[in-house]
């Protein structure tokens, strides 16, 4: 295969070569020639112009014998060999004898691509390669929140919008694993820490340190909180959600900031200290644009069904 995937690279000249000089001949038979009108020769010449970029832009794929670009190669060779057809039917002399020879070896880059088309499918070698890849990222988490429904990523522990600890899975086994874990307890299988988002959190501490504006400082530290949260850090991100409350003075966003507290809080199990928040959100912004008083009701509901529960099981105790 090898010896056979060589004779793309001098194919792929060919295509070069080619796509340059049907340039170059549309310009001379269909303008200078004045086979047709200007306009209509004019608007050849940028038909032939477009199919000859697209041939030459397909060389790198057939170059490299890229996966899958077998079918762009034939699509704009094919098209290719049309124009040289036609360029050849109204030319003469040295133009149509280079257009003869360069679409002979069209054809037959055309033909032996067509052939050939495994050399542009991944081999079974390659195949296992990209299995264990695939293999190899271990964790996978949901990709919508189960609790406010938010759009999350796998490398996330907790979703940024309401803190809620986000569900991990052995991609190996398909056991439940901890936020802590960095091996599998069922399979042993190692799991890959989320070093780019640590990095980026790094970061962001960093730049809400640093000394800048008021607001820019809180809008810092907001978004230090967002990413705290993705790794599952909710005591850091509480702390910085209360920077960015201290750092800014509008009252509206500081309330927009207390009930993201509020919900963090509730989600984790801290209803009093999550209704506390809210109700010196709602006293900061009346007319409530942050959402606290839906917040406010989700956590009086959630406390009247747990204590429902908890008369239950006094009463099934009893």
């Not at 780019?196 to 959190?201: A, F, K, M």
Request: aromatic share 8%; proline share 3%.
């Amino acid at each position: 295969m090898q010896i056979g995937k060589t004779l793309l690279k001098p194919a792929a000249f060919c295509l070069i070569a080619g796509g340059i000089l049907t340039i170059i001949s549309s310009v001379i038979v269909f303008i200078w020639g004045r086979l047709v009108s200007t306009t209509l020769g004019t608007l050849i010449v940028i038909f032939f112009l477009l199919v000859a970029i697209s041939e030459i832009s397909v060389t790198r794929s057939l170059w490299r014998s890229e996966i899958g670009a077998w079918k762009s190669i034939l699509t704009w060779v094919g098209l290719s060999l049309i124009c040289r057809a036609l360029i050849i039917y109204f030319s003469s002399g040295d133009i149509f004898y280079a257009n003869s020879i360069i679409g002979a070896a069209e054809l037959l880059t055309f033909v032996f691509v067509f052939t050939k088309k495994d050399y542009f499918i991944p081999s079974e070698a390659e195949r296992a390669v990209a299995i264990k890849n695939l293999e190899a990222s271990l964790v996978k988490t949901v990709s919508e929140c189960p609790t406010c429904k938010g759009i999350v990523e796998k490398d996330w522990i907790s979703c940024p919008y309401c803190g809620t600890s986000l569900p991990k899975i052995c991609g190996k086994c398909g056991a439940k694993l901890q936020p802590e874990d960095i091996k599998c307890g069922r399979c042993g299988a190692e799991i890959e820490r989320p070093e780019l988002l640590i990095r980026h959190v790094e970061t962001l501490k960093a730049l809400a340190e640093e000394e800048s504006s008021r607001e820019v400082r809180s809008s810092r530290y907001a978004k230090l909180a967002e990413a705290l949260l993705k790794l599952g850090r909710t005591n850091e991100a509480l702390d910085a959600y209360r920077k960015a409350i201290e750092f800014t003075v509008f009252d509206r966003k500081k309330s927009h900031y207390m009930v993201k507290m509020a919900t963090i809080l509730k989600n984790i199990g801290k209803s009093q200290d999550a209704l506390e928040i809210v109700e010196e959100a709602l006293k900061l912004d009346p007319e409530d644009y942050a959402g606290a008083t839906k917040v406010k009701e989700q956590i009086l509901k959630s406390n009247e069904e747990r204590e429902a529960c908890q008369v239950g099981e006094r009463a099934t105790t009893a």
